[in-house]
Structures are given as structure tokens and as C-alpha cells.
């Protein structure tokens, strides 16, 4: 099924064809775009190994090719580009420079995202993941305790891709 948008609309994780960092391994995830004025508003949440449910809080990307201050990380920033419609590319930063990087690219088809992200999670761990999502319209949808976690990395907003535990902010 092809969007008419690349990026709108719900994603499940395929954890068989994802590479996961060793401490950022969820066992199942999924994860929403909604289009905006100036980009999207991304939402995830999943499920990780041990069962627990991590809810990451909503990512906007602003996909201007500035600098924009991350709201809430003060002293970090994140710059968002869309290099071709089906690609959306992300840089964190601090004043120390780069921390973390992002990539997001759906495929021609429109079946699959693949997001690219590496940086510093929020226990200043440096980690590098490869997700690979499939189209899906239906939430994830899990009980049990919820647990947020940040990661200071960035991929989806900039700095903290908490997809630590595995999702960026």
C-alpha cells in the first residue's frame, strides 16, 4: 500500500530486520507520523525485552534546515532537513558540537521505514541502531507499567532519540 505521504501515518517495528544497539534492544515498537505546518509531530512506544511498556514523549520536526532549541533539553539543538520526500535527515548538538544523528528514508514501495540513529543515550552511553518499520495501521497497543526514558542521541527530534531504550527524542 503506498501512502501519499512517505512518512504519514502508523509504523511497526520488524525487530528480526533491525540491528539494535546492546543496551537499546525494544522487542516490539510502534511508531506514528503526523504531517504539520512545518514538518511532523512523531509519536512511538514499545515494548522492551524485559517487558517493559517505554512511551516515548512526542517528537516535532521541523524540517528547515535550521538550528532550533530543543524545548525540553536546554543546551541542546537539533537540525531537521528533508532532502527528498521520502528522506528526513537529523543532527543533535551541544556546545561540545555533534551528539547525535538521525536518518529516517522510506522505501519507493512505501512498506518500509528505515531509520539510522547513533548518539548518547541518557546514561551517556554511545549507541547506533538501524530500525527497520513496516507499514501498519493498526497501534501497538500493551498494559502495564509505563516507563519514559530519554537518550540523549537524537534522531527524531535531535538530541534524545530515547530510543535510548530505544527511542530518540
Not at 40 to 63: C, D, H, R, S
Not at 105 to 116: N, Q
Not at 145 to 164: H, M, P, T, Y
Request: charge should be positive; charged fraction near 20%; glycine fraction near 12%.
Amino acid at each position: 500500500m503506498k501512502r501519499e505521504d512517505p512518512f504519514g501515518g502508523a509504523w511497526k517495528l520488524n525487530a528480526d530486520k533491525s540491528q539494535f544497539d546492546p543496551n537499546h534492544r525494544p522487542s516490539s515498537a510502534t511508531m506514528h507520523w503526523e504531517r504539520t505546518p512545518e514538518g511532523y509531530k512523531m509519536t512511538a512506544e514499545g515494548i522492551m525485552g524485559n517487558g517493559a511498556v517505554v512511551q516515548e514523549t512526542p517528537a516535532t520536526f521541523i524540517l528547515d534546515g535550521k538550528d532550533h532549541p530543543m524545548l525540553d533539553a536546554p543546551g541542546f539543538t537539533a537540525i531537521m532537513s528533508r532532502p527528498a520526500p521520502n528522506a528526513i535527515e537529523v543532527e543533535s548538538r551541544n556546545v561540545g558540537g555533534i551528539i547525535g544523528k538521525a536518518s529516517y528514508f522510506v522505501s519507493g514501495d512505501g512498506t518500509t521505514l528505515t531509520a539510522r540513529v547513533s548518539g548518547i543515550d541518557g546514561q551517556q552511553r554511545h549507541f547506533q541502531t538501524v530500525l527497520v518499520w513496516g507499514s501498519s495501521m493498526r497501534p501497538l497497543r500493551s498494559g502495564g507499567q509505563i516507563e519514559n526514558r530519554r537518550a540523549i542521541c537524537f534522531s527524531a527530534k535531535g538530541v534524545g532519540f530515547d530510543r535510548s531504550e530505544f527511542f530518540v527524542r
